[in-house]
């Protein structure tokens, strides 16, 4: 079982549209938790970080369920600067932060 | 904000040849750094870390003698992949954290490796 799991889409959704991403992760031990953004051919772009109370960042909302191991991704009134991979990752802190990333799912945002 | 930067971005080698990634913080000490590689369509997978001074840590099934690591300052590591053969074309993504980003993790802006 791979330690990050995402539906590596592709998702195809007109400008406007409200997607959301989901990841699981399966070890316990994990203590940090995070949306990059990954552009064909570029390096990953931390979008947010994830917290249990739930987070938001203009039209992307974050949520993580620590029992569920479960984290989700809103992308509310896309745009078509949006498409891109979403990496779902997660972190482990000892002494260094060594993240693990998922495959990503991939949003293709249209006119 | 601090920045690494990775160096070179595009290399071709031939098969059987050694190549040489560098990568640079340049405005922070960077303690730990990272190597991943991302196969098309695939995530990216870390390689090793690597703390200044130090030999690196090599992930399950890595390679340690294929893909030599080094970190001798707290600016620089370099990944040297050697006996290059067509399946290590990839690209290659280093990041970095140390005194002064907090908890932040920066990345290189990677390196595409295609053997011939």
């Known amino acids: 079982r791979k330690e990050v799991e995402q539906d590596p889409g592709p998702f195809n959704v007109p400008e406007g549209a409200t997607v959301a991403f989901n990841c699981t992760y399966s070890?316990?031990?994990?203590?940090?938790f995070f949306w990059y953004r990954q552009d064909c051919r570029k390096e990953p772009k931390l979008l947010m970080s994830?917290?249990?109370s739930g987070n938001e960042d203009g039209r992307f909302t974050a949520q993580l369920n620590r029992a569920s191991q479960y984290i989700s991704l809103l992308i509310r009134d896309s745009k078509l600067s949006d498409s891109a991979t979403y990496l779902c990752v997660v972190g482990f802190s000892g002494g260094y932060n060594k993240l693990i990333f998922g495959a990503g799912t991939r949003l293709a945002v249209h006119p | 904000g601090a920045v690494v930067s990775q160096h070179p971005s595009r290399v071709i080698c031939k098969s059987g040849t050694s190549v040489k990634i560098e990568c640079r913080s340049l405005?922070?000490?960077?303690?730990?750094m990272f190597w991943y590689r991302q196969f098309p369509k695939q995530s990216l997978m870390l390689m090793a870390t690597?703390?200044?001074?130090?030999?690196?840590?090599?992930e399950q099934g890595v390679e340690k003698d294929k893909f030599l690591i080094n970190h001798a300052s707290l600016t620089l590591s370099t990944l040297t992949v050697t006996s290059a053969h067509p399946e290590d074309s990839s690209f290659y993504i280093c990041?970095?954290?140390?005194?002064?980003?907090?908890?932040?993790?920066?990345f290189g802006e990677g390196s595409w490796l295609t053997v011939v």
């Open positions: 405005d922070f000490q960077a303690t730990t």
């Open positions: 070890n316990s031990a994990s203590q940090s």
């Open positions: 990041s970095a954290e140390g005194t002064g980003t907090g908890n932040t993790i920066y």
């Open positions: 994830v917290y249990s």
């Open positions: 690597s703390n200044e001074g130090s030999k690196a840590t090599y």
